[in-house]
């Protein structure tokens, strides 16, 4: 693996994992009886301890682990782009780092991707949002925004980790006419800590809530007239 070009990486990395869960499996079973009856805290059962050297050997490794992460982020980037991935590759490689966060003490699906995930995705949206509102009006602004924020929660849907309700298919458009307008977008997300929901709030943050002033106040935007004939549902 730590020779394996980058373009084959994930292939090859997702094939070594599953042989190895495999392998880990069966010989978890012939030792069950072992760990039950020798193994004692703060010992490791086997299936754990295979996990561990996995983390230790293959994903810390000096020649893989940054290349992973740079993957992960840059096939991201590329679909946000409009180019077309593998999506079965990276769902089956986040859910590995997943799985090894699961049954490890330290938090390898944040350290090895959601949070430098979650930083490349602010600062794209931080740079988009700011070139739209130069380009357009405040309604054309609004509809791009709700369609990327649906590619995004599609995104997570699709291949992220996502473990809790995540509401409808799709942010409606009549979702968004709540009291509070700077988080009336993301009201059908539902539950707190997963990728989902911080992939979410980061899109808002930067799409939304940081222009919020100048979307309500330009007079592009209709806001003035809606506010004075309480066209809430506008």
């Known amino acids: ?5 980058s373009e084959g990486l994930l292939v090859a990395l997702v094939s070594t994992w599953n042989e190895f869960k495999i392998t880990l499996k069966n010989v978890s079973t012939v030792l069950m009886y072992m760990d039950k009856q020798y193994v004692k805290s703060p010992l490791l059962p086997t299936y754990q301890l295979g996990l561990k050297q996995f983390l230790e050997v293959i994903i810390y ?3 893989i682990r940054l290349r992973l992460k740079n993957i992960l982020l840059n096939n991201i980037s590329l679909e946000r782009n409009g180019n077309l991935i593998v999506r079965d590759l990276m769902r089956n490689i986040i859910h590995m ?3 090894l966060t699961r049954d490890n003490t330290c938090p390898v699906y944040e350290e090895e991707f959601e949070i430098d995930f979650l930083e490349e995705t602010r600062q794209y949206y931080s740079l988009l949002s ?3 509102l130069s380009m357009n009006t405040v309604p054309s602004y ?11 929660k599609a995104r997570a849907n699709n291949y992220l ?3 809790a309700s995540s509401g409808s298919g799709s942010v409606s458009g009549s979702s968004r006419a709540t009291n509070n307008f700077t988080s009336s977008v993301g009201a059908t997300i539902k539950g707190a800590g997963t990728t989902m929901n ?3 709030a980061t899109c808002e943050n930067e799409l939304i809530i940081n222009h919020a002033k100048t979307l309500v ?11 004075q004939y309480n066209e809430i549902d506008n």
Do not use: R
């Open 1 to 5: 693996l730590q020779t394996t070009p």
């Open 61 to 63: 490794h000096t020649n």
């Open 97 to 99: 780092l997943v799985e």
């Open 130 to 132: 700011q070139k739209n």
């Open 142 to 152: 609004m509809n791009s925004a709700l369609l990327y924020l649906n590619n995004e």
């Open 161 to 163: 980790n996502v473990n």
């Open 198 to 200: 911080k992939l979410i």
């Open 217 to 227: 106040f330009n007079p592009t935007s209709g806001c003035d007239k809606m506010f």
